[in-house]
Structure formats: C-alpha cells, structure tokens
C-alpha cells in the first residue's frame, strides 16, 4: 500500500527538464507588477496555451486548513483580480472569514508562473450583473441549478435542477442569482518566475513602496 512505512518511495526519474526558454531581468521586467503580469498572459495568449487565464486560489477553512482549487481570472481591474463564483460555495465563505488569500498562475510550456498575496473583497451587484449577463446561457442556468460545495445525491439530482431552472426562464433572459458574483482579490505582493537551467531561476517579488509604486527584488531560487 503506497504511503506504508515499508513501502518503497516513488521516484519519477527521467523527467527533468532544464529550463532555458527566457530570462526575467529587472531592467526588462516592467515596473508595474499588473502589466507584468498583462504581458506574460499576452505570452501564453499567443503561444496557444490552454486556459492561459487558470489560476490556482489558496484559501484557509475555520480551522486553518490551506484549501486550493483552480479558478479562472476574468477581469483585470486597476485595484485586482476577479474570479466569479457562488457565494454559498466553500471558498466564499472561507474568503469572507478570512480574506487574506493567494493566487497562482502558471504556464508550464512556458517555463513560468506568477505568485500572488492578497486580500479578496465581494464584486459590487452592478459589476456583476454586467458580467453575468455576458455568459453563455447553458452557463447561466448551471449558476441556479448547482449548490455548488453542498453533497447531492445523485448526478440526477443535478440534471433535475437544470431542467427546472429552464423551465423556470423559458423564453426570457436568465437573471443573476443573488448567491454568485464576482470576488476581487486586491494584491499586496506578486512574484514572477522565469525557468532557468540548473534550477537557478529568475524570481522577482514586488511589493508597494509606500508612494503608490512597486518595489522590486531579486530572490534566490
């Protein structure tokens, strides 16, 4: 049984890649950590990543057990970075407990990824609604249907709620349920990593310098 105290370890071996793509450079690295991270999503855009805009979301329950799932980033704003979900799901209710969270973004193909620290605060109604409104249909009946977090019973369960969710707005615009919308998470620190052969990496960590800019360090791999 793996995880036994006689069990043997498992070893990947032959695996390893050395990393050599691109260089991370304070002087090429733009000094605004948001356009940084425009520019690397811009990278991933064109090479064809798939789900370039993934980013993994860490939070912590009431007990202090770190949580982490994967959620897509939809908008860019001046202050952060917003995901939409329902509010009733784990991770709302953890982000409302305890706001202070992380996000991390990665394109493998690349060679790189981004780490970021914050503080997650609810989306206005407003913003929402638009945003809402601009998703597919199939996607909009899925936000009323799915408890999202909650044990059902059955996958039957789940198609019953889509298809009374149907019937319910047949023939008329789907609104936003009042439990999903939008959660920005306003950063406090960003750091960039660019894959660099023999594990001597690129790592460069922005955090505010207390006039409304970035400051920038290097840090060891």
């Known amino acids: 049984m793996v995880g036994s105290e006689d069990a043997a370890p498992l070893v990947w071996e032959g695996t390893r890649l050395s990393y050599g793509l691109a260089v991370l450079t304070e002087e090429a690295a733009d000094p605004d950590p948001f356009q940084q991270l425009r520019r690397w999503i811009d990278d991933a ?12 979301l860490s939070t912590v329950d009431p007990s202090g057990q770190p949580r982490s799932r994967s959620v897509l980033l939809r908008q860019v704003t001046p202050d952060g970075f917003v995901f939409f ?18 996000l991390q973004l990665g394109w ?10 914050g503080s997650a605060r609810p989306l206005d109604a407003a913003a929402s609604d638009a945003y809402f409104a601009t998703r597919p249909r199939g996607s909009q009946i ?11 019973t059955s996958r039957d369960q789940l198609t019953d709620a889509v298809t009374e969710a149907e019937t319910r ?11 999903w919308g939008g959660i920005e998470v306003v950063p406090t620190r960003f750091e ?9 990496h690129d790592r460069l960590r922005y955090t505010p310098d207390g006039d ?10």
Do not use: H, Y
């Open 108 to 117: 493998l193909s690349l060679q790189r990824q981004v780490r970021i620290e």
């Open 85 to 102: 979900t329902n509010l009733r799901s784990d991770k709302a209710r953890e982000l409302e407990a305890e706001p202070r969270c992380a």
């Open 45 to 56: 855009l064109a090479a064809s990543v798939p789900e370039p805009t993934a980013m993994v």
């Open 212 to 221: 409304g800019g970035w400051s920038i360090a290097r840090l060891a791999p």
């Open 192 to 200: 960039f990593w660019q894959g660099r052969p023999s594990r001597l």
């Open 169 to 179: 707005f047949a023939g008329e615009d789907v609104t936003r349920p009042e439990f």
């Open 142 to 152: 899925g936000a009323w249907a799915s408890p999202q977090s909650q044990v059902i």
